[in-house]
């Protein structure tokens, strides 16, 4: 199983719909998890932080699921300017330093 | 606010020439980071550097060294470069092993 799996999409959903991806991540230890957002060509970008009992920030919702060894993040009144490729982060955990990302789910947003 | 600062921002090299990447953190940060981004495979680890003096190595370090000069500065160095290590490359930091990273703006290298 790898470290950290996305579903590499493309997801096409029309503006102002609702997109959910979700991420699964191998290692038991991992405590802290990320949703980066990278543009075509552009260097990763922090979207939001995913704590234990989740969180919201405007029209994203990040949930951490430990039992299932899962994240998710939800996109409510998606925009066109959210057309973008999402990237799932985990720490490795186990006093590990390093950061494994998922390959990125690509969104696009239908005028 | 500066960030973090990679240099150069695109380079051309012929197969076997040499060079180093630079990058720069002005954020105090402990942990510093450098990936390879090719089409399809996602941000790859190349080394890393949890602290000032030490080094280890990431998922793909053939062919590549690594200095942590000092607490700012993380260098990638390629000592013949191959086509195969034509990609774009990111230079990341963080303040500890919890927090989130932050990226630089990128290297395109190609190698002819």
């Known amino acids: 199983r790898k470290e950290v799996e996305q579903d590499p999409g493309p997801f096409n959903v029309p503006e102002g719909a609702t997109v959910a991806f979700n991420c699964t991540y191998s290692?038991?230890?991992?405590?802290?998890f990320f949703w980066y957002r990278q543009d075509c060509r552009k260097e990763p970008k922090l979207l939001m932080s995913v704590y234990s009992s989740g969180n919201e920030d405007g029209r994203f919702t990040a949930q951490l699921n430990r039992a299932s060894q899962y994240i998710s993040l939800l996109i409510r009144d998606s925009k066109l300017s959210d057309s973008a490729t999402y990237l799932c982060?985990?720490?490795?955990?186990?006093?590990?330093?390093?950061?494994?990302f998922g390959k990125g789910t690509r969104l696009h947003i239908l005028p | 606010n500066a960030g973090v600062t990679q240099t150069p921002k695109f380079q051309v090299l012929k197969t076997g020439q040499s060079m180093t990447l630079q990058c720069a953190q002005d954020?105090?940060?402990?942990?510093m980071y450098w990936y390879r981004q090719d089409p399809g495979m996602g941000l790859r680890l190349i080394y890393y550097?949890?602290?000032?003096?030490?080094?280890d190595k990431g998922e793909v370090p053939n062919g590549y060294n690594v200095s942590r000069l000092n607490k700012r500065e993380f260098s990638l160095r390629l000592e013949s470069a191959a086509p195969s290590q034509t990609s774009v490359y990111f230079c990341?930091?963080?303040?500890?092993?919890?927090?989130?990273?932050?990226f630089g703006q990128g290297t395109r290298l190609t190698v002819v």
């Open positions: 290692n038991s230890a991992s405590q802290s």
């Open positions: 982060v985990v720490n490795k955990g186990n006093r590990d330093d390093k950061i494994i």
């Open positions: 550097s949890a602290s000032e003096g030490t080094t």
């Open positions: 954020m105090n940060h402990n942990s």
């Open positions: 990341a930091s963080r303040l500890t092993m919890d927090t989130e990273a932050f």
